[in-house]
């Protein structure tokens, strides 16, 4: 996934039917209706949105949701289409009939806050004016504009983006050198040869090794540096510091927000590090540490974690443990085709080689997993329950 390529956006629109199957789900005391416009790139589409209405469903609550997913989208490049169209992401946002809106922050270019400037990327066509790409004021301009119908209601959710496996980046540079020189040699076009180097993908036994030496806290419990003057330079904008200092800023900006319990992050970072702690200590057999997530450098295998990146938005979203949840959806590779999809009269894309091995959700492994949920949103400083207070 390359940040510096501007594609199109997918916008898709789902109201799921229920999938039967699976552990039997308690319906919650209180059903509630949540209609939720989502932002961001394939780390929001490894929690398939579009399975989410079907989550809500099996606990007693209705859901619609529509996302803009973008391949290696920052905010500000969701922004920026609000100017370059405004009759298409802006517009539903602006005129849509919203509860929520969710906002994946994503990459060290933008800076938290304070980047002004004409471009982003060298590559870029810049902009008629100087712009502040940063995070704070391309979730802001989000968050504006949604808030600009529905200024007493509508609730803002930060998506939390976790950080990249080190290791799989380099290896796979050299399989795909390796590749490149094995394929030219048997006559394939360059054409040929890209497209199927650029498709190729670690298998898991590949990846093992880069798993087992993966030290996740680390990663993730790293200090955000900034580089003002070279931002793609910076470090660890995938971190608990750089997400809790945007949450932050945003509370700052936005107190009327925080104390009506409207503003809240969904914390994937903090939710990995919990689980990443009991599985190192042997509580789930076979899952060595949460680096047994990864499908590659950043994306997550089908099943169990991708189940965990909707159970967390759930629980944040309907403010309710997640163990109320029929899984069963997220448990059968064949329910990610996109042909599947059509057959559940989803409009939706779902990007196949992100997929992985899948990773079975079990009622233990569902039972650890809910439970860890629900500690973390429960206490987190920023994720507003009405428990906490």
């Known amino acids: 996934m390359r940040a510096n390529v501007l594609l199109a956006v997918l916008a898709v629109m789902a109201v799921l ?5 699976g552990q039997e789900a308690a319906a919650a005391a209180e059903p509630r209706k ?16 579009w399975f989410h209405p079907i989550l809500a469903k099996s606990a007693g609550h209705e859901m619609r949701v529509q996302t803009y997913l973008g391949p290696g989208w920052q905010i500000w490049m969701h922004v920026d289409t609000f100017y370059r169209n405004p009759d298409g992401a802006r517009r539903s946002l602006a005129e849509g ?142 971190s608990r510091d750089y997400v809790w200092k945007l949450m932050d800023e945003l509370k700052a900006k936005y107190p009327k927000l925080w104390e009506e319990r409207r ?62 949840l029929d899984y069963a959806i997220y448990n059968k590779l064949e329910n990610y085709s996109n042909e599947r999809l059509r057959e559940m009269r989803v409009v939706g894309y779902i990007h196949q080689p992100d997929l992985g091995e899948l990773l079975e959700i079990t009622p233990e492994r569902a039972k650890l997993v809910n439970d860890t949920i629900w500690d973390v949103v429960s206490n987190h400083p920023h994720t507003n329950l009405r428990r906490q207070r």
Not at 17 to 21: E, N, T
Not at 34 to 49: C, D, K, M, R
Not at 187 to 195: A, D, I, M, N, T
């Open 34 to 49: 949540i209609a939720a416009i989502y932002f961001g790139n394939s780390f929001l589409e490894n929690s398939v949105p």
């Open 97 to 238: 009939d919203w509860d929520a809106v969710v906002i994946q922050h994503f990459g060290s270019h933008p800076l938290l806050k304070n980047n002004v400037r004409r471009t982003v990327f060298h590559n870029q066509e810049p902009f008629p004016e100087p712009r502040d790409v940063s995070d704070l004021a391309s979730a802001s301009a989000i968050i504006d504009t949604f808030l600009s119908r529905h200024p007493d209601r509508g609730r803002v959710f930060i998506y939390n983006s976790w950080p990249g496996m080190p290791g799989v980046e380099d290896f796979m540079r050299r399989v795909r050198e390796e590749s490149q020189k094995s394929l030219e040699a048997g006559g394939l076009s360059r054409e040929e040869v890209l497209k199927t180097i650029r498709e190729r993908k670690p298998t898991l036994e590949e990846m093992l090794p880069i798993m087992r030496r993966f030290d996740y806290a680390a990663a993730w419990l790293a200090k955000y540096e900034g580089n003002d003057e070279v931002p793609w330079m910076s470090r660890n904008a995938h």
């Open 17 to 21: 039917p229920g999938v039967a199957g």
């Open 263 to 324: 503003l809240a992050l969904i914390p994937n970072g903090d939710v990995f590090l919990a689980i990443d702690a009991k599985l190192r200590a042997g509580a789930m057999p076979g899952v060595e540490n949460v680096g047994f997530f990864y499908r590659d450098g950043g994306h997550v295998r089908a099943g169990l974690p991708r189940y965990t990146l909707a159970a967390t938005c759930f629980a944040v979203m309907f403010e309710q443990h997640p163990e109320v």
